[in-house]
């Protein structure tokens, strides 16, 4: 083998290897999940499965969203891990899984599509992630108030074992300029009880009064024992 063919052959490893970087890869990445959970239902049924499973399960407004990946080498910044930046186009496609998974009934009953704009993220990175280590992104929700419903993410290694970086983003459901209730939303879907009532109201008061911009620890310490979608 040549020394050409060799370069060249490195050369197009390296860009496959960073095929998340590829210019339109995120849209795939991240209307996949859209287009599976909220249109496909329109010709296969929209009594879908995830709904059953969802309003079968107690606590199925915390189920969790995992996204398996890897740290690509176009994602790493000078020091030679995955670059800040890019841990929020990661989010993107978890959150994406999740909250079309959660509120699929309302999205799918609903006379025009609801949108969940975001409000506020909040990310406290705890340790690198190096080139072509394989991580996940985990997102489930972590309780909500009468307006905001705020939803955690995970980045972790070795099976959760390892929490690389956490994630709080807080988004409102809205129809049209009208908000939607969070508590109406779940009513709406089925998850509503006051089961996850009362376990949001418990998670809302870690988060307002123990936690803060320098304090994560206890997040940090939670568990979270619920379905993944």
């Known amino acids: ?16 290897s960073s095929y998340k970087s590829v210019p339109g890869a995120y849209f795939v990445r991240f209307y996949y999940h859209c287009s599976r959970l909220l249109l496909v239902p329109f010709v296969t049924g929209k009594n879908t499965k995830n709904i059953k499973r969802l ?9 969790l969203a995992r996204v398996s990946t890897y740290v690509s080498p176009l994602e790493c910044d000078f020091y030679f891990h995955k670059n800040n930046a890019t841990y929020f186009v990661e989010m993107d496609v978890s959150r994406a899984k999740l909250m079309c998974s959660i509120f699929q009934k309302l999205f799918l009953t609903s006379k025009r599509f609801p949108f969940v704009p975001v409000a506020n993220v909040f990310t406290n ?24 419903i705020y939803v955690i993410s995970r980045f972790t290694r070795n099976n959760d074992k390892i929490l690389c970086s956490l994630s709080l983003t807080k988004y409102v459901l809205k129809d ?3 908000t939607i209730p969070p508590v109406d939303a ?8 006051e089961q996850v009532e009362a376990i949001s109201k418990k998670n809302m008061h870690v988060l307002k009064e123990q936690c ?4 994560t620890t206890p997040l940090e ?8 979608l």
């Open 55 to 63: 309003q079968s399960t107690e606590n199925g407004c915390f189920a």
């Open 221 to 228: 310490q939670m568990t979270f024992d619920y379905i993944e």
């Open 186 to 193: 779940l009513t709406i879907c089925g998850l509503y009880n």
């Open 212 to 215: 803060g911009f320098h304090e």
């Open 176 to 178: 049209g300029r009208k």
């Open 125 to 148: 990175f705890l340790k690198e992630l190096k080139p072509f280590q394989s991580y996940d992104v985990v997102s489930s929700i972590l309780g909500w108030d009468e307006k905001w």
């Open 1 to 16: 083998m040549s020394i050409a063919t060799l370069l060249k052959t490195v050369l197009g490893l390296y860009l496959l």
